[in-house]
Nanobody, 115 residues
């Protein structure tokens, strides 16, 4: 199983980024997926959820209306479109799925929002 995040960068407040999570080693289209983030000195925080088909999504209050989660099952890839970024969005962003009680994580991608 492998999850590889990419797309992190340094952006100014109000800017946008799109993160990508490329998956392999499991039947991608059979699993719901999630994005989390972890800021320095803070616990890992849930950000967004997408069902296996992509028909259902859910967001943390802190990002609702600004972030959009999506997936392309043909490409084994999940995305996180992040708009109107704020300094508080600065964190390492991780993609995640769970199988039989085991969490799988990528290595993370750094997003820094700063002027």
């Amino acid at each position: 199983v492998q999850l590889v995040e990419s797309g992190g960068d340094r952006v100014q407040p109000g800017g946008s980024l799109r993160l990508t999570c490329a998956a392999s080693g499991f039947t991608f289209s059979s699993y719901a997926l999630r994005w989390y983030r972890q800021a320095p000195g803070k616990e890992r925080e849930y950000i967004a959820y997408i069902s296996d088909t992509g028909s259902r999504t859910n967001y943390a209050i802190s990002v609702k209306g600004r972030f959009t989660i999506s997936r392309d099952n043909a490409k084994n890839t999940m995305y996180l479109q992040m708009n109107t970024l704020k300094p508080d969005d600065t964190a390492v962003y991780y993609c995640n799925f769970m199988e039989r009680g085991t969490d799988y994580w990528g290595q993370g991608t750094q997003v820094t929002v700063s002027s």
